[in-house]
């Protein structure tokens, strides 16, 4: 490399696919830095940010270089007719293979040349993506494909691309991409060993690949969720921040707010509850609540809650009314009922003793009757921590024997009954703590499911 722009011969080599990994990084660092001219020259084979682009450099460059550029972009013009053909196609044969019984899916991607083509590879990931968004933002048209179906067939398809046709680099990164969502798919089912190695491609690939920025973001966010689902909460957290950070790099909005939700969480459970709040008040200013209600929702429900932790319950109090308002829009009559119960303990925060214990009673029966006995016993908690203050032992003594009635204590997870338990034991022997009441309901706290908003 020169100290301005990359050896002409390693650049043409790079735009051609022909280049080693270790070379290619250099390129990369020097392209995503923001050098307006090797990206003017290179044309539409760099992605662009969506903000504006930087001023152009002044130096000219070297003849040389300018003409091993202009060779490379003339390679990969005459490969734009073929790539056009191809998405024209595209609509048309996704039909005829999502069409397909689904038994012969995977055979008929594999077995007929017509299916091997980028865009179509392209058009089965974002489905796959977009599977579990609900409408309007779902993709129509793929009827019942499962998402583990549409990866295995991306899969497919990106393992039959020829690299002499469409470029090496192109092949590489989508193979690199559809291996993530099949690690994605894998851990959702719960196979951590397969997930992992799913990985492992896909990192292997994206070596051999152009490590097209966005690529790299979308497998660290896949890789994140994995890490997360095994308990690496810290890993999960720090691969979450590193694709948000590329993501807001390239101006990808989307994809950046989908993140941003995720990574809140992570970050709460890897004890970053300033980094788990500031990336949920992003998130919240980033979400369009008309195309994703659901999304905007959950990082306000989530936002709430979190302030509410960090005794900013007045603040809380806000975001925790408009995620109400959405989910009562969109019937999640579970989520409203948890949100109430987080209104609840605001109101108690902020000094509102009688008005807090009645919406806690309110909202427990209401967490009952929905079956939600989970969310119940963090109710009880609440309100044992209010007679305990209070000196009222009986009112103690009588709701925690309630929640052993048969029809609720169904609902509960063992450790949740076992912790209850004690709390009653310690309640009849008038030796109930305050510390002993928060560690409870801690543990009650960590032991609920965390919640993913959209």
Known sequence: MTT??????????????????????????????????????????????????PEPQKEPLPTEYRAAMDRAVRVARERRPALAAARRKTPELLAELLAAPPSQRLALAEGDCRFAIPSLCEELLARRAAA???????????????????????????????????????????EARAWAHRGDVEREAGHRDEAQRAFRMAHSLLGLGSEDPWDCAEISRYEARFEFSRGQVAAAAALGLESAAIYRKLGERDCLAATLAEVGPMALRAGRLDLAIEALAEAVGLVDPTR?????????????????????????????????????RLGKDDEVLRVRWIEARAALAIGGLAEGE?????????????????????????????????????????????????????????????????????????????????????????????????
């Open 4 to 53: 301005s722009h990359p050896d002409p011969s390693l650049l043409e080599r790079f735009l051609r696919g022909d280049l080693p990994a270790a070379e290619r990084r250099g390129v990369v660092r020097h392209l995503i830095s923001g050098c307006a001219a090797c990206r003017s020259l290179a044309g539409d084979l760099w992605r662009a940010p969506l903000s504006p682009p």
């Open 132 to 174: 579990h968004l609900p409408s309007p933002r779902r993709p129509t048209g793929e009827g019942s494909v499962e998402p583990r179906d549409l990866a295995e067939l991306a899969l497919a398809i990106a393992e039959r691309l020829e690299p002499a046709t469409w470029g090496a680099s192109i092949v590489r990164d989508l």
């Open 292 to 328: 994703e209600p659901l999304r905007m929702a959950g990082c306000l429900h989530w936002l709430g809650a979190l302030l509410l932790r960090d005794d900013r319950a007045r603040e809380s109090l806000g975001h925790l009314w408009r995620a109400r308002s959405l989910y009562e």
């Open 358 to 454: 009645a919406a806690l009673l309110a909202v427990r029966e209401h967490l009952l009757a929905a079956g939600l006995g989970q969310d119940a016993a963090g109710v009880m908690v609440d309100l044992v921590q209010i007679y305990l203050a209070q000196g009222r032992w009986l009112e103690m003594r009588e709701l925690l024997g309630e929640i052993f009635l048969p029809y609720r204590a169904r609902d509960l997870e063992r450790g949740t009954m076992a912790a209850l338990l004690m709390l009653r034991r310690a309640a009849e022997t008038e030796s109930a703590t305050i510390e002993l009441v928060r560690e409870l309901a801690n543990y009650l706290a960590a032991s609920r499911p965390i919640y993913r908003p959209g």
